[in-house]
Structure formats: C-alpha cells, structure tokens
C-alpha cells in the first residue's frame, strides 16, 4: 500500500445536513477498502448563513423530507436519525470542527457534531454543547472556546464556501473526487449521498 495518497475526495458538507451524516458509513468503505490511497478533506459549506432564515423544524418540507428520504436512507446504512427539535446556525459548528483539525482531532469532532444534531438533537450553536464535544473527544474546552470567541476559524469556513460557489456547488453533500497532488477544486463531480457502488467506478478511475 502507498504511504501516499494517490487520490483525494473533498466533500463539502454541513453539520445540518442530515445528508451529510448519511454519508459517513460510505466514505467509512471508501477508507476500508483503498486504505491510503484515498484522502478525505472534509470541507465546510455552511447552507444558511446569516441572515439566509433556518428551517421551521415543524414544517411540512423537513417532515416529508425526513419521512420520504432521510429515515429509509439512515435505516438502510444502519444509523439513527431523528428530526432535530431546532434548525440551528452551523457557522460555530464548523468552526469548532476546523479547530479541531488544527489539533488533530478532526474525524472524531466531526463525527461527534453529528452524533450531538441527528441523535441527541442537540443545538449546534449553543457553546456549551460545542464545549462539550471538544471534551469528548480530548480536546480543551477552553481553547475552542477562546478561538471561537476571537473567530479564529471563521476566514477558513468563509473560504470552503466561497471556493464551493464559485464551483458552482450549491447542495451538500457535494464531492469532488481527483488526483491528490492536483488543484483540490478540480476532479469528477458527485452530488448528494451516494452508495459506495456510485463512488467505486470513479475512484478506480483515478486510481
């Protein structure tokens, strides 16, 4: 096996997105069955950025939603979803995730964002529940919170999604799959959360 990646996937997603999430066990395969030869760059869009209004959690387009793609989905991948009781900001999640890349912690921050929204219907912009996930994952919660504070990350969340527009990305999740040592804005497209057998064919294109 490679010591280097020889292919890389950047996936544009957000912490609200229940898509997103269910794409997780997917790109889980993805690492098991090519190991090294593939990176996974995670990538923040955050989908309604102020003063874009959030979702009405009891509104008819998130139930039906939910109740036509998410469940059937999420019980056919093995997870457990279930509609959050708010639609919250993403912005301080994504953040919180950035800092934890810095720190080497990333995957597992990552995993527990989502963990915190889709099953403990948690609020993603609630600090304290930030703070909470960087312990659980040993991270120091007052650092994240310090550099949440200072908006330390904010430039790098505001980047991912200005790089996603101008690529004309406009739904998550959102993947470009190429080369790792090539321009991380370029490679094959692939929209919304896709079975392993649609990613396969791609990857063993480029590698």
Not at 81 to 110: I, K, N
């Amino acid at each position: 096996m490679p010591n280097a990646a020889t292919v890389r996937i950047s996936v544009w997603s957000d912490y609200v997105c229940p898509f997103c999430y269910l794409e997780l066990p997917v790109l889980q395969q993805v690492r098991d069955t090519f190991g090294e030869q593939v990176q996974i760059d995670w990538r923040a869009f955050e989908l309604r950025p102020y003063p874009v209004p959030t979702l009405d959690p009891q509104g008819e387009y998130l139930r039906s939603t939910w109740e036509r793609a998410v469940y059937p989905m999420a019980a056919q991948r093995g997870m457990r979803l279930r509609l959050p009781p708010m639609q919250p900001r993403s912005r301080r999640a994504l953040e919180a995730a950035e800092f934890a890349r810095d720190a080497g912690r990333h995957e597992a921050m990552h995993t527990a964002l989502f963990r915190a929204f889709f099953e403990d219907g948690r609020d993603l912009d609630d600090l304290d529940v930030l703070l909470e996930a960087a312990v659980s994952v040993d991270l120091e919660p007052a650092r994240l919170q310090a550099a949440l504070e200072a908006g330390q990350y904010t430039a790098k969340v505001q980047a991912d999604r200005a790089l996603a527009e101008q690529l004309g990305i406009r739904s998550v999740p959102s993947m470009l799959i190429g080369p790792a040592t090539g321009d991380p804005a370029t490679g094959d497209r692939v929209v919304g959360s896709q079975p392993f057998e649609i990613l396969l064919p791609v990857l063993q294109q480029h590698l």
